[in-house]
């Protein structure tokens, strides 16, 4: 087990402090370093409202203050995002590797649309006007899906 | 009529994707 746990500070001014905090796993004490106590101290003294939640195996753990720096872990508030929440923000907000995914899964659809195109080529009977326009709608989507594909797949 | 729904489908797809690409690069910052 790791003795360093992820803390994040937001305070209602909209300042947000992340970074590693050292733990006493057995008591349940989360030890803050300087620069939180800081952001604290600030938030205090401009009337702002904030929290400050622990990050823990997919749980938020909110921490009561205990005395200095020392906070304890709330482990009866801890809280984690269910199945559906997490579905629906990895469709609508994604993150970096979920973006490259989706950008792989473009580059399979389009590989999928030349694919197509080839077994059409090889199967029609003969040519025609129509059969040129679903060859054109072939290697159109595989183009546009190549290009969407490579748009996500930037990595930053 | 195939390929017109070829194109649709394509569309449709691209646009979701690029528009979730956005929306994840502005909500991130990552």
Known sequence: ?156 | MFGVALLVLTGAISAFLLWADRNGRRVHKD
């Not at chain 1, 057995?26 to 938030?43: E, K, M, N, Y």
């Not at chain 1, 907000?93 to 389009?110: C, N």
């Not at chain 1, 040519?127 to 326009?133: E, P, V």
Request: hydrophobic fraction near 45%.
């Open chain 1, 1 to 156: 087990m790791s003795t360093l746990i992820k803390v994040t500070f937001s305070a209602t001014s909209g300042e947000e402090v992340s970074g590693k905090a050292q733990i006493d796993r057995a008591q349940g004490i989360v030890t803050l370093p300087a620069r939180f106590s800081i952001s604290i101290d600030r938030a205090r003294n401009a009337g702002e409202r904030f929290e400050i939640v622990a990050h823990d195996n997919g749980y938020k753990y909110p921490l009561v203050h205990q005395d200095a720096d020392r906070y304890a872990l709330e482990a009866a508030s801890r809280r984690r995002d269910g199945f559906w929440h997490q579905a629906w923000r990895a469709i609508t907000e994604p993150h970096k590797d979920q973006r490259q995914q989706y950008g792989r899964f473009a580059h399979t659809l389009s590989a999928a649309a030349m694919i197509g195109l080839a077994g059409y080529l090889k199967s029609m009977p003969a040519w025609s006007l129509h059969a040129a326009w679903e060859l054109f709608c072939f290697f159109l989507c595989g183009a546009v899906l190549f290009v969407v594909g490579a748009v996500l797949s930037k990595g930053d």
